[in-house]
């Protein structure tokens, strides 16, 4: 075998260190005409002569038009660089003719000649040369997608050179100055040439690289050494002060090499190319030859090495041209035979499913390759196949086929598609919202759950970002737990009130790594926690309530001692003082006074729910029509009232306390409506309903109610405020125009009527208070009890107990002056110890409930125990809720509240022995 070496890399070797050495040589000439002192006369004669210049010139343009007759007038498949640098070197031969022409010395060329006028054609000419051999670095090695490129680059080209000849000889005066006689070169010329140098370095660079790297069509070691030179030219052409000294002459000089080379890399380069080729070709053409020999070797033994079925078809007769070793394996040796018989079962023709008609394009020509998978009919096994159409050795078209076994992976896909839609179907089963989402917060997955609570479809929702679909804004929220996953790669939860669903969720986030433990996405798992804050909120209510109700219990005891003396006390007063008025008048205002602290009091046990109502059926409706009446004069004109009692229907209630509800209710919603005015409106409608339903700590069962509404266009509240509208002493009032006890007390009358309150208000749009009271069926009451006056005593003896000693001192002195004896004990104990020793001593016993040692209903038990017919009167600061307890039962003749008036007191006891007597 006779193999051909391609000696291009030795050669283009050998011309590169040959011409490296020529240029360190050259640069080192430039050194010394620069630098060395030795040449003073040189550096100031006017050694480059006129003729010296139009020689150098004239070889430059040369050189120019040969490049660009050689580079241009050639095939059309010449490739773009060519193309390119040959319509360069067009412009660049005729600026320096038109620099030649002007050069100092020479006639006029239209305009006088002058140096500036020359350098200006001079440094045009010097930068497309740069920028031509940069591009002709840089641009591919292939001709251009449209040969009539070409003509547009020589006209573009034309039309350039045209611009700058205007330019240069009739608009000199737009020209930057560059050259100054006796002071030399302008900094202008001088950058010029220095930015000329930086584009031809770039170039040089890569024309080295391409004569060490590869092998170019052209001479790259010879445009590396013309690039050089060209440089170098540029470099003296800064030094020179005149246009006749060394400097010049030297920058033509080198100039002058540069070109050489240029015509070296480019036209006696064209001229050999056709030589090259033919030899190369034969070459080839010999390589060729028996690499295609080879090749066929290669060619059966790769095909029958293959674990795959390869086979060539006769396209139009279907007869099998070509089978592998695998297809004879398992299908047998069938070539001749047709492909639809030997490697198919149950054909009889043609395969339905046969490709023939996808392998060629509109003309008849192959169109490439076709991918499908198919499970043969034979082997019951799945193949990838890769059909194409091909030219066989004689010219007819056939059908070449590979086709992969691909049944275990084809499992494996089952497999996968099983193990995914159990995963999906799992994943959707889960109860709680479940996202995955990417590291900038994207959603890659949802389940069913979090789409049934926003209400929409997984693709409504994957793919944006998970606060844009549950909050409704741009930015990540503030408090988003992913952020420290990603940053600690932690477990972080966190609770989120989403304001769109009005619920709260408890957020868990963990994440996702990868192999190598980095942190690829998030988890998040939200679950919907509303009901449990609400029972949350429920509970706190409800002991908030609890403790208050019993620290108000403490405070109304010892509040109701202290009223009972002050009341008790001014009542004997104004007994013994009837014939003076003007003290009359001063201790009524004290009774007042006291009532109005009194009823404070029960104001607290009402909303605390530690006072016991007297309750009866009611028709409310004719109590808050009532209070509206009364409402209308003390409300300003400015608020229009407007009210709609539709229902009639009965319910078990305290008459003063509704009123009191409906007054506190009203009286709040005017107060937010003062200052622009309004509408207050009032309803009373009945309803029904179907389940249970909970707001602000309490809750009604199923059933039929009453709703009171009453609303107002005022102010309104935001979210916090509603939160503690009903918390004793909170107020959004200014100081000294509310206690902060008035929806307190409403919250507790309605709790205490087994019913419930809720409230509405957006800041701005007004508040609407509804209260909920359940309907009964029995008949309001219509009659009132007519109170009992109380009876002279007859010299009856009373067992006072009480541990308050101004309690004691009052009430022996009430019934000491109305004709009762009067034993006062201290405490329950004492009073057993002296009740045990004489049983009969004692008409009547009364007594305090709560007292240190033995408590008023310890004390009554062991009465009873040995006097069970002694009448007993219970006394207490505030109330057990016991009052309406039948006395047989108790032992408790009656229950009295204090502050306990002296007419109430005189009249229970004389009510408590007439009964004695009647037994």
Same mark, same amino acid.
């Given at each position: 075998?006779?193999?051909?070496?391609?000696?291009?890399?030795?050669?283009?070797?050998?011309?590169?260190?040959?011409n490296?050495?020529?240029?360190?040589?050259?640069?080192?000439?430039?050194?010394?005409?620069?630098?060395?002192?030795?040449?003073?006369i040189?550096?100031?004669?006017?050694?480059?002569?006129l003729?010296?210049?139009i020689?150098?010139?004239?070889f430059?343009i040369?050189?120019s038009?040969?490049?660009?007759?050689?580079?241009?007038?050639?095939?059309?498949?010449?490739?773009?660089?060519?193309i390119?640098?040959?319509?360069?070197?067009?412009?660049?031969?005729?600026l320096?003719?038109?620099?030649?022409?002007?050069?100092?010395?020479?006639?006029?060329?239209?305009?006088?000649?002058?140096?500036?006028?020359?350098?200006?054609?001079?440094l045009?000419?010097?930068?497309?040369?740069?920028?031509?051999?940069?591009?002709?670095?840089?641009?591919?090695?292939k001709p251009?997608?449209?040969?009539?490129t070409?003509?547009?680059?020589?006209?573009?080209?034309?039309?350039?050179?045209a611009?700058?000849?205007?330019?240069?000889?009739?608009?000199?005066?737009i020209?930057?100055?560059?050259?100054?006689?006796g002071?030399?070169?302008?900094?202008?010329?001088?950058?010029?040439?220095?930015?000329?140098?930086v584009i031809?370095?770039?170039?040089?660079?890569?024309f080295?690289?391409?004569?060490?790297?590869?092998?170019?069509?052209?001479?790259a070691?010879?445009?590396?050494a013309?690039?050089?030179?060209?440089?170098?030219?540029?470099?003296?052409?800064?030094?020179?002060?005149?246009?006749?000294?060394?400097?010049?002459?030297?920058?033509?000089c080198?100039?002058?090499?540069?070109?050489?080379?240029?015509?070296?890399?480019?036209?006696?380069a064209?001229v050999?190319?056709?030589?090259q080729?033919?030899?190369?070709?034969?070459?080839?053409?010999?390589?060729?030859?028996?690499a295609?020999?080879?090749?066929?070797e290669?060619?059966?033994?790769?095909m029958?090495?293959?674990?795959?079925?390869?086979?060539?078809a006769?396209?139009?007769?279907?007869?099998l041209?070509?089978?592998?070793?695998?297809?004879?394996?398992?299908?047998?040796?069938?070539?001749g035979?047709k492909?639809?018989?030997?490697l198919q079962?149950?054909?009889?023709?043609?395969?339905p499913?046969?490709?023939n008609s996808?392998?060629?394009?509109?003309?008849?020509?192959?169109?490439?390759?076709?991918?499908?998978?198919?499970?043969?009919?034979?082997?019951?096994?799945w193949?990838?196949?890769?059909?194409?159409?091909?030219?066989w050795?004689?010219?007819?078209?056939?059908?070449m086929? #590979? /086709?992969? *076994? $691909?049944s275990l992976? &084809? +499992?494996? =896909?089952?497999?996968?598609?099983?193990?995914?839609?159990?995963?999906?179907?799992?994943?959707?089963?889960?109860?709680?919202?479940?996202?995955?989402?990417?590291?900038?917060m994207?959603?890659?997955?949802?389940?069913?759950?979090?789409?049934?609570?926003?209400n929409?479809?997984?693709?409504?929702?994957?793919?944006?970002?998970?606060?844009e679909?549950?909050?409704?804004?741009?930015?990540?929220?503030?408090?988003?737990?992913?952020?420290?996953?990603?940053?600690?790669?932690?477990?972080?939860?966190?609770e989120?009130?989403?304001?769109?669903l009005?619920?709260?969720?408890?957020?868990?986030?963990?994440?996702?790594?990868?192999?190598?433990?980095?942190?690829?996405?998030?988890?998040? #798992? /939200?679950? *919907? $926690?509303?009901?449990? &804050? +609400?029972? =949350?909120?429920?509970?706190?209510q409800?002991?908030?309530?609890?403790?208050?109700?019993t620290?108000?219990g403490?405070?109304?005891?010892?509040?109701?001692?202290i009223?009972t003396?002050?009341?008790?006390?001014?009542?004997?007063?104004?007994?013994?003082?009837?014939?003076?008025?003007?003290?009359q008048d001063?201790?009524n205002?004290?009774?007042?006074?006291a009532?109005?602290?009194?009823?404070?009091?029960?104001?607290?046990?009402?909303?605390?729910?530690?006072?016991?109502?007297?309750?009866?059926?009611?028709?409310?409706?004719?109590?808050?029509?009532?209070?509206?009446?009364?409402?209308?004069?003390?409300?300003?004109?400015?608020?229009?009232?407007?009210?709609?009692i539709?229902?009639? /229907?009965?319910?078990?209630?305290?008459?003063? +306390?509704?009123?009191?509800?409906i007054?506190?209710?009203?009286?709040?919603?005017?107060?937010a409506?003062?200052?622009?005015?309004?509408?207050?409106?009032?309803?009373?409608k009945e309803?029904?309903?179907?389940?249970e339903?909970?707001?602000?700590?309490?809750?009604?069962?199923?059933?039929?109610?009453?709703?009171?509404?009453?609303?107002?266009?005022?102010?309104g509240?935001?979210?916090?405020?509603?939160?503690?509208?009903?918390?004793?002493?909170?107020?959004?009032?200014?100081?000294?125009?509310?206690?902060?006890?008035?929806?307190?007390?409403v919250h507790?009358?309605?709790?205490s009527?087994?019913?419930?309150?809720?409230?509405?208000?957006?800041?701005?749009?007004?508040s609407?208070?509804?209260v909920?009271?359940?309907?009964?069926e029995r008949?309001?009451?219509?009659?009132?009890?007519?109170?009992?006056?109380?009876?002279?005593g007859?010299?009856?003896?009373?067992?006072?107990?009480?541990?308050?000693?101004?309690?004691?001192?009052?009430?022996?002195?009430?019934?000491?002056?109305?004709?009762?004896?009067?034993d006062?004990?201290?405490?329950?104990?004492?009073?057993?110890?002296?009740?045990?020793?004489?049983?009969?001593?004692?008409?009547?016993?009364?007594t305090?409930q709560?007292?240190?040692?033995?408590?008023?209903?310890?004390?009554?038990?062991?009465?009873?125990?040995?006097?069970?017919?002694?009448p007993?009167?219970l006394?207490?600061?505030?109330?057990t809720g016991?009052?309406?307890?039948?006395?047989?039962?108790t032992?408790?003749?009656?229950?009295?509240?204090k502050p306990?008036?002296?007419?109430l007191?005189?009249?229970?006891?004389?009510?408590?022995?007439?009964?004695?007597?009647?037994?």
């Amino acid at each position: 075998m006779t193999v051909v070496m391609d000696d291009r890399p030795k050669k283009t070797s050998f011309m590169l260190r040959r011409n490296e050495w020529l240029l360190l040589g050259l640069t080192g000439l430039f050194v010394l005409v620069w630098r060395m002192p030795m040449l003073p006369i040189l550096r100031g004669s006017d050694i480059m002569s006129l003729p010296m210049h139009i020689f150098a010139e004239t070889f430059a343009i040369v050189i120019s038009m040969m490049v660009c007759g050689v580079a241009y007038a050639s095939t059309e498949n010449r490739p773009a660089p060519v193309i390119l640098l040959g319509c360069a070197f067009l412009s660049i031969g005729l600026l320096d003719f038109a620099h030649l022409l002007s050069f100092e010395g020479m006639p006029d060329f239209i305009s006088p000649a002058d140096p500036g006028k020359g350098i200006n054609f001079w440094l045009a000419a010097r930068l497309i040369f740069a920028l031509a051999m940069l591009a002709f670095a840089l641009l591919p090695w292939k001709p251009f997608a449209k040969s009539r490129t070409r003509y547009w680059f020589l006209a573009g080209s034309l039309i350039l050179t045209a611009l700058i000849y205007r330019l240069g000889l009739y608009h000199q005066r737009i020209w930057p100055r560059t050259f100054i006689e006796g002071q030399g070169l302008t900094p202008f010329k001088i950058g010029a040439e220095y930015s000329i140098v930086v584009i031809m370095l770039a170039a040089a660079v890569l024309f080295y690289q391409k004569s060490r790297n590869s092998v170019t069509p052209y001479k790259a070691s010879s445009l590396f050494a013309a690039v050089v030179m060209t440089i170098l030219s540029e470099l003296t052409f800064t030094l020179y002060s005149e246009i006749t000294d060394i400097f010049n002459l030297v920058g033509h000089c080198y100039k002058i090499i540069a070109y050489i080379f240029i015509y070296h890399a480019i036209f006696v380069a064209s001229v050999q190319e056709p030589f090259q080729k033919l030899h190369r070709a034969k070459s080839a053409l010999e390589r060729s030859e028996e690499a295609l020999r080879e090749s066929n070797e290669r060619f059966r033994m790769i095909m029958d090495s293959l674990d795959a079925l390869v086979y060539v078809a006769d396209m139009k007769s279907y007869e099998l041209l070509f089978l592998n070793k695998y297809g004879k394996k398992h299908w047998g040796d069938v070539v001749g035979k047709k492909c639809w018989q030997a490697l198919q079962s149950g054909q009889s023709g043609p395969c339905p499913f046969c490709t023939n008609s996808r392998l060629l394009n509109g003309e008849g020509n192959p169109s490439g390759v076709y991918v499908w998978e198919f499970q043969n009919t034979v082997t019951k096994q799945w193949y990838d196949c890769r059909d194409q159409a091909i030219r066989w050795p004689d010219g007819r078209l056939a059908r070449m086929e #590979i /086709a992969t *076994d $691909i049944s275990l992976r &084809k +499992q494996a =896909e089952q497999d996968v598609i099983k193990a995914k839609a159990e995963w999906e179907k799992t994943f959707d089963a889960i109860g709680e919202l479940v996202t995955i989402q990417d590291l900038r917060m994207g959603i890659m997955q949802v389940n069913q759950a979090a789409c049934r609570a926003l209400n929409t479809t997984k693709e409504n929702i994957i793919g944006k970002f998970c606060y844009e679909v549950f909050r409704g804004i741009p930015t990540p929220c503030d408090d988003c737990p992913e952020i420290k996953v990603i940053q600690d790669l932690k477990t972080h939860a966190a609770e989120i009130y989403h304001e769109n669903l009005g619920r709260t969720f408890s957020i868990s986030v963990s994440p996702i790594l990868d192999n190598e433990g980095r942190v690829k996405g998030t988890v998040h #798992i /939200a679950k *919907d $926690i509303t009901a449990q &804050k +609400q029972s =949350e909120m429920r509970l706190q209510q409800s002991q908030k309530m609890e403790a208050i109700g019993t620290l108000a219990g403490g405070i109304a005891h010892d509040f109701n001692n202290i009223l009972t003396a002050i009341i008790g006390y001014t009542e004997l007063v104004k007994v013994q003082v009837l014939g003076d008025k003007s003290l009359q008048d001063d201790l009524n205002q004290v009774v007042k006074a006291a009532g109005r602290a009194s009823d404070l009091v029960q104001q607290i046990l009402t909303f605390s729910r530690q006072q016991q109502q007297e309750k009866q059926p009611l028709r409310i409706s004719l109590i808050i029509k009532e209070a509206l009446k009364l409402l209308r004069a003390a409300i300003p004109s400015t608020i229009d009232i407007r009210q709609e009692i539709i229902s009639q /229907a009965v319910v078990m209630a305290d008459a003063t +306390q509704i009123h009191q509800l409906i007054m506190n209710l009203c009286t709040n919603a005017y107060h937010a409506m003062l200052e622009n005015g309004g509408v207050l409106e009032v309803s009373l409608k009945e309803i029904i309903n179907d389940h249970e339903i909970f707001a602000n700590g309490t809750g009604v069962p199923p059933g039929c109610y009453v709703l009171l509404s009453v609303s107002d266009t005022g102010s309104g509240m935001d979210r916090e405020t509603l939160t503690k509208i009903f918390d004793p002493y909170f107020t959004t009032k200014e100081s000294g125009k509310g206690t902060g006890l008035g929806l307190a007390v409403v919250h507790g009358i309605v709790k205490s009527h087994n019913g419930m309150i809720t409230v509405r208000s957006e800041p701005g749009r007004g508040s609407t208070f509804t209260v909920y009271l359940p309907v009964i069926e029995r008949e309001a009451a219509t009659e009132v009890p007519v109170a009992i006056p109380p009876r002279a005593g007859a010299n009856e003896r009373v067992m006072v107990v009480d541990d308050e000693m101004a309690i004691r001192n009052l009430l022996s002195q009430i019934l000491l002056r109305a004709g009762y004896r009067v034993d006062a004990f201290a405490g329950g104990i004492e009073a057993w110890q002296a009740l045990s020793r004489t049983p009969d001593a004692w008409d009547i016993l009364v007594t305090d409930q709560t007292m240190p040692g033995m408590t008023g209903d310890q004390l009554v038990a062991k009465v009873k125990t040995i006097r069970p017919d002694l009448p007993v009167i219970l006394c207490s600061g505030y109330s057990t809720g016991r009052s309406s307890e039948p006395a047989g039962k108790t032992g408790v003749f009656a229950y009295l509240q204090k502050p306990i008036g002296r007419n109430l007191l005189l009249t229970q006891i004389a009510k408590a022995l007439e009964k004695r007597h009647e037994k």
